[in-house]
């Protein structure tokens, strides 16, 4: 199994992960993104002829130093923790999510690049300001800016040039997805300049990022939204998750400026940090962690579910000497944390901080198993869901709230969800996340209780031998967090 590190360099290194029964070796692979060709485009001078002809060479020596324009903020995340050949290609199912969905994220013009253009360029008399012809003609010409569009990919913290793939090469909408277009097109452009030129006059303004652009011509680059998919099997799952404690990061950067390869992520002209590019970067934390579903007592009964002191999971025993430890621990699958980066500032945090409520931790039920998981009743939640056989106690009110969070992440074509007992079931594919299995006579079940030992299902796994280990699956769980 090998799961690499793809980068604009026509290496190879390994690098070793993993536990005693698991090896993944990650990779470097690619074309010279840094070569001396490279360098000498990037390094453009500050003025040039085309720039010259359209704003006259003073004018174009200030738009040639016009600094980067665009800041996109992500604000929810959700992790799905599910692993298997059709993973990848069901819709519904994804890895992690990544979204903007309130006015705490979205796509907006940095104040940097405000206060520039206003500082330098004048206005067209008798304006007291610039139009947003003005704007939109600086930005779109500007080197810094120009053909920039969003690009979401897993890349190497510290080192964004690095695309984490598990195959030999780099595939759009696979390893790296560019979300949007080309923000110097108008469709993209337009909303944010006015936004700007609504704001001039105002001593302290606040440009309020956007989340939908209603004219962008398909209805992918109507919203700021993505997903990725890598969980294949459950050891590329189990390997990511060691990969983000260490060396991974999601990362929000913009392609180059139409030089070398795709996934080449926009850097600083004059930066002397050779690991600087535009754009964020959220680095998850997982963790074996105790989920709200498990605080029921039965988990197939269609009643109330029957309150139990808080929980923690249990710890695998494994078997004798842990030559099959891996096969039945209890997985790190839950995300607990996000750590938000500034990729332009040698990676240092931006100072955003995320909730990952525990109580926002849903776990998948099998479709065979769906009555542990009923749908709920709209006259109890139009009433508001109270009580002391409920999980948690919750309002109407804040009901509607968590079930947006949630359809996000989990939309109503793909997904049953259970608010009341957090749990979701999928409608379509109903075995991608855990496969009809029969192994050593025994049908396979999954074991939603996380009190109770189970086993993980790598593909390591010594069933039933040397000794009697748990015969039911681990659960697993999409878990969601949102910026604060």
Known sequence: MKFRLTTPIWKVCTILIG???????????????????????????????????????????????????????????????????NVPSTPGFFTFKLGSYTSKGGLKLREDFVTYVNKN???????????????????????????????????GRGNPQQVRSSNTTLNENVDYFNLL????????????????????????????????????VSSIQRTVETSISFNSNEAIA???RNDFGRNAQLAMTYTSKEIGDPYVARTPIDSTDTNAAYGR?????????????????????????VMVPPITPKAATGCPGGSCQPAWSTPNNIMTGISEVNLEGSA?????????????????????????????????IQGGITGAGVIPAISA??????????????????????????????????????????????????????????????NTQNFLTPATPPTKRCAQYVSICTRN
């Open 19 to 85: 536990s005693a029964a698991l090896v993944f070796s990650f990779q470097n692979c690619g074309k010279a993104g840094f070569d001396s060709g490279l360098d000498e485009g990037l390094a453009q001078s500050s003025t040039d002829p085309e720039l010259d002809q359209q704003f006259g060479k003073s004018d174009a020596e200030k738009v040639a130093a016009i600094p980067f324009a665009y800041d996109l903020i992500v604000d929810q995340i959700a992790y799905n923790s599910c692993s298997g050949a």
């Open 181 to 216: 277009g080309d923000l110097t097109n108008d469709r993209f452009m337009d909303p944010l300049v006015q936004s700007m030129v609504a704001m001039q006059g105002n001593s302290n303004p606040v440009y309020v990022p956007t989340q939908f652009f209603p004219f962008a």
């Open 397 to 458: 009110q804040d009901y509607q709230t968590e079930l947006e969070i949630v359809r996000r992440s989990l939309p109503a074509e793909d997904w049953d969800v259970n608010i009341q007992l957090r749990c979701a079931v999928p409608k379509t594919n109903t075995s991608t996340c855990y496969p009809d299995e029969v192994i050593n006579g025994v049908s396979v079940s999954v074991e939603y209780d996380q009190t109770v030992e189970c086993f993980q299902g790598l």
């Open 348 to 380: 240092v945090g931006t100072g955003a901080t995320w909730n990952c409520n525990p109580k926002r931790r849903y776990v998948i039920i099998k479709a065979s198993d769906s009555k542990a998981c009923p749908k709920e009743s709209y006259a109890a």
């Open 238 to 240: 189990q390997a990511l």
């Open 121 to 155: 360029f004048k206005a067209v008399s008798p304006a007291m300001y610039l139009s947003d012809l003005q704007i939109k003609n600086f930005l779109a010409a500007s080197p810094e800016n120009k053909a920039a569009q969003p690009q979401f990919a897993i890349r």
């Open 281 to 305: 970067a959220y680095i998850p934390v997982f963790a074996i962690a105790a989920a709200p579903y498990t605080l029921q007592a039965d988990y197939s009964a269609m009643n109330p579910p």
